[in-house]
């Protein structure tokens, strides 16, 4: 027999009596992508926002849970001034993150799962609150910066580390939607720049919107067949950490 499922696990597009239906009697997860808009090299300057919000779609099922609607503005940094890009002063973005983790609390998830999309500050950010939001609202939260997570994904697909609008990145979009990727504007690896080690330098604006994690290696590439493999083990291995996460929070009785 097949199991019954919610008409939508987006909660911008189920109805409230059917969510009351569901949540939390038999769906008690709820992921909730964050992004920012900031510039990526040669692809969308929403690539933080599209990726957990594709990422919460692929998963959604296997780790029964609803999708909140995305938290599209964010704390961008260093990449704030290219076009097209912006950032949320952090106490703004601290307090409105927060009163979203404390509506998902209300109504009545149990587990709440940031699925982050964008680096630099604002992953502390949200580890701070979730650290405080889990403590207030007696919720259990688990934050997910799956670029570095899923490190390992990238050396065993592209035998190398990755990079900010990089190889992760491109590849991650180029399964969503090839579209989304303009291949033509790559002129070269004067494109990217490595991230200083600390206390060597550092820059604002950073001279270049595609950042290597390691000198030499992590530059955009444009393969497509390696990209899906990349997406569908970068999906396969966040959905595992979510489950084993919330099966030990259970174990532990938490
Ligand atoms: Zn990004």
Known sequence: MKEAQPSTREMERINWMEFREWVPAKIDTVLLPLGTLEAHGVIANGTDILVPVAMAKQIARQVNAM?????????????????GSFTIPENVYRDYVRAV??????????????LNGHGGGQ???LSALAQEVGRE????ILVVNWWSYCSD?????FGEDGGHAGNTETAYMMAIDPALVMEARYTGPEMATAIPTPNT???????????L???GEGYPKFDLAKAKIYFAKVNEKIARLIQETIRKWDMAGL
């Not at 999708?67 to 076009?83: E, M, N, R």
């Open 123 to 125: 992953t502390a950010i």
């Open 201 to 211: 330098w550092s820059a604002y604006p950073f001279p270049s919107s595609i950042l």
């Open 213 to 215: 994690y390691k000198e």
């Open 101 to 114: 983790l404390v509506g998902l609390a209300k109504n009545k998830f149990r587990n709440i799962i940031m």
């Open 137 to 140: 609202t007696t919720t259990r």
């Open 153 to 157: 994904i990238v050396q065993e697909v």
């Open 67 to 83: 999708i909140a609607p995305v938290v599209s503005y964010g704390f961008t940094g260093i990449l704030d001034a290219y076009p």
